[in-house]
């Protein structure tokens, strides 16, 4: 079969994002850990494919923060850094206050249809058993609420905030207690808003983001030193 030009151009492209959802799959699971170091030949020789496509994936990670590039040392997955994560949440929780307080102040009969799709998600639907699915939702609940607050570049810098904490803040929803408090603190959060109770609403939205920042840390440690005591036997298959 011939191959036509856009074809041919889409093959290296797709390649590319395969190995790019690779690599980000393992620093998120914890397969590749920080201060892990690597060559584009190591990841080319793992993925069978050309270092062009491995190089197009690497920049990409390392645009989104989560590889560096080191001089004449191949690459690096970047440290944690806790306090640049604990700066990240605390810009979330002055820009989710700031749109709560916006959402507080519409007429009491107007109310976002947004909202009331999220109350009933997270106060009347079947409670989602899955964690990974309940993260997915819990990042449209702060998303839309933001969203609703109708400021464009408020929502866009929020999505860019939320994409640089996602690496550790999916950890919250691996514990079932921590699935029944999100699911509890967004049915008071959505209760405060609608009622428009703006002070009450913007306490609950800063304390359930203070405590998830800490919890996420307890769990990074935790999963960090688990990672680190299998290393040996993990880092003979890696690559």
Request: charged letters at 25%; proline letters at 3%; glycine letters at 4%.
């Amino acid at each position: 079969m011939q191959i036509t030009n856009g074809e041919h151009k889409a093959r290296p492209e797709g390649l590319a994002e395969r190995i790019y959802l690779q690599l980000k799959a393992d620093i998120f699971e914890f397969r590749l850990l920080p201060g892990d170091r690597f060559s584009e030949s190591d990841v080319a020789q793992r993925m069978a494919a050309s270092r062009t496509p491995v190089r197009q994936a690497l920049f990409r990670l390392e645009r989104e923060g989560y590889v560096e590039v080191l001089f004449r040392s191949g690459w690096q997955v970047r440290p944690f850094d806790f306090a640049y994560f604990e700066e990240l949440y605390d810009l979330r929780i002055v820009l989710e206050q700031e749109a709560v307080k916006r959402l507080c102040e519409w007429p009491a009969g107007e109310t976002p249809a947004a909202l009331a799709a999220l109350n009933r998600f997270w106060t009347e639907a079947p409670r989602l058993a899955d964690g990974q699915a309940v993260s997915q939702h819990d990042e449209q609940f702060h998303q839309a609420l933001v969203a609703a607050a109708g400021n464009g570049e408020m929502a866009r810098i929020h999505r860019e905030l939320t994409e640089k904490i996602r690496i550790i803040r999916r950890l919250d929803f691996t514990q079932q207690a921590r699935v029944d408090a999100t699911y509890r603190e967004h049915a008071a959060i959505l209760q405060a808003i609608l009622q428009r109770q703006s002070g009450a609403a913007q306490a609950l939205l800063g304390e359930h983001i203070a405590v998830s920042k800490a919890e996420v840390r307890k769990i990074t440690l935790h999963m960090l030193h688990q990672a680190r005591a299998q290393q040996p036997a993990r880092s003979a298959q890696r690559f």
